[in-house]
């Protein structure tokens, strides 16, 4: 009878093992990706008007699941992609809530009529209070040409049965802030919702507004009309926001991330109750930027930057992050906060940057003039751990070449608990600046030793065979 060497077959083994997929070898994620097309409400807009309306109970994919990705974009009734310079998409966003079963919500009156008892704020993790910035998702004239995807092996966890409240159940909101340029006597100051261009003196609660306040927000709430240029005319149409979710079945395979959102105008200090998560982080959103004319500085080197150092109320591993501008926008970054001689703080390691495009033609996500799109950074798993306690520094940038009025700077990232287990160390991925590259040269060699192993043990084991049975075997 053949007999042969056993250790040959557990090197085999382990060759073939490793050359196997990283997904298979390391992370048994058979889920399949489930994608699904969804349309807002329609809203119908004419020349220099504006839409701000906030949906309630829209689609979204029911179940125990991980979101991957939320993508959106503009269109009409036809389908077709409509550009910025004529409809600028100044934000959307996406929000869960609970509601009691029974109670229908479907806009934001029918929410002002509900009993509080019977809603529940179903936010992300922070860090901004009182239900500011509690989307999951949210994007604005970038939104074409920024990636929203979450690497394997982390998701979104949404409809835990666990998590939602007994008697409640789990239904989504999506804001819509959008503003009809075409013919507009200043198509920038219409998008940075200027007061004067809209001839708002109150808010839409008929609050009078700050002497101050020049623009923003409050002066381009829905229904408000933007100056267009004397005689233009066109029809009003009928458009929609287009949204395409991402997700997979949650199994124990999917590590979950938790959504953080800072903002630059965050006005939160250092007290001895500040890493708590209810410490006070007031977020007000917008800002202006005052002109380098204005402040007698010339154009050489004119840009604003602001900075705010804020202390983490949770630790983890940042899986994902990318920033929020408006037009003028020069880029974003996330240090650490380093502490250097004569207990002066400084800029620690770049944790992540994110960057702003611009368009340079009229086509649908090449728009001149506007941010199309902001990168994005994936850091290699595990080394970017973040620290409850420490400190991180937030930055801005914005061209001061003219001045800007509701300007935003936010900075979304996903945080992970957990690592996968275990960490490979064979496979190298870089996923960096909207780019997800996997280096498989070594994954390559080693699966083609494993070939090369398993046909030497044939041809060695034949061999063997034929000499026992009489045959000669060629000399080695």
């Known amino acids: ?17 490793l050359s196997l997929p990283y997904s298979h070898a390391f992370w048994r994620n058979e889920n399949k990706i489930h994608t699904a097309v969804f349309l807002s409400p329609k809203f119908v807009l004419g020349p220099g008007s504006v839409e701000n309306r906030f949906y309630f109970n829209v689609d979204f994919p029911k179940g125990h699941i991980a979101l991957k990705s939320f993508d959106a974009e503009v269109i009409d009734e036809a389908g077709n992609p409509v550009p910025l310079h004529e409809t600028y998409l100044h934000h959307w966003v996406v929000v869960r809530y609970y ?14 009529k509900v009993n509080r008892s019977d809603y529940i704020s179903g936010g992300n993790s922070g860090i901004c209070q009182n239900g500011i910035l509690s989307q999951f998702f949210g994007l604005g004239s970038e939104t074409r040409k920024t990636s929203t995807h979450i690497p394997d092996p982390y998701g979104i966890e949404v409809g835990n049965p666990a998590e939602v409240p007994s008697g409640f159940e789990e239904q989504w909101m999506l804001n819509v802030h959008a503003i009809d340029t075409r013919g507009a006597e200043d198509k920038l100051g219409c998008t940075e919702c200027r007061c004067d261009l809209y001839n708002v003196t109150v808010d839409e609660y008929g ?37 395409t979710v991402k997700w997979i079945d949650m ?35 917008e800002y202006d930027i005052e002109s380098c004319d204005a402040t007698g500085l010339g154009n050489d080197g004119c840009i604003d930057t602001k900075r705010i150092g804020l202390d983490m109320p949770f630790g983890g591993y940042l899986i994902y992050g990318v920033a929020h501008q408006h037009s003028g926008g020069t880029g974003s970054a996330l240090y650490r906060e380093c502490l250097f001689d004569f207990g002066e703080f400084e800029d620690g390691q770049l944790m992540c940057s994110s960057l702003p495009t611009y368009g340079k033609g009229e086509e649908p996500g090449n728009e001149a003039g506007y941010i199309v799109g902001m990168t994005t950074c994936y850091p290699k798993p595990g080394t970017v751990e973040i620290s409850e306690g420490e400190t991180l520094i937030l930055e801005f940038n914005y061209s001061r070449i003219r001045r800007h009025t509701g300007v935003m700077g936010l900075f979304y990232i996903l945080v992970a608990d957990d690592l996968p287990k275990p960490m490979h160390t064979l496979r190298t991925v870089v996923q960096t600046q909207d780019s997800i590259m996997v280096v498989t040269v070594l994954w390559a060699a080693v699966a083609l030793i494993g070939v090369v192993a398993v046909i030497a043990l044939a041809v ?4 063997k065979r034929e000499g026992e049975d009489g045959y000669e075997a060629i000399g080695m």
């Open 1 to 17: 009878m053949a007999s042969y060497n056993p250790g040959w077959l557990v090197l085999v083994g382990i060759l073939v093992t």
């Open 99 to 112: 509601v009691r079963k029974g109670v229908e919500i479907s806009k934001l009156d029918d929410l002002k």
């Open 207 to 243: 609050r009078p507004l700050r002497p101050y306040y020049k623009g923003g927000l409050l002066c381009c709430y829905d229904r408000t009309q933007c100056k267009v240029k004397h005689g233009f005319e066109a029809v009003r149409r009928t458009l929609y926001l287009r949204y």
């Open 251 to 285: 199994d124990r395979f999917v590590l979950p991330v938790k959504i953080y959102i800072f903002d630059i105008t965050d006005s939160w200090k250092r007290t001895p109750s500040s890493t708590e998560i209810n410490a006070e982080h007031k977020c007000k959103i």
């Open 460 to 463: 060695h084991y034949q061999f």
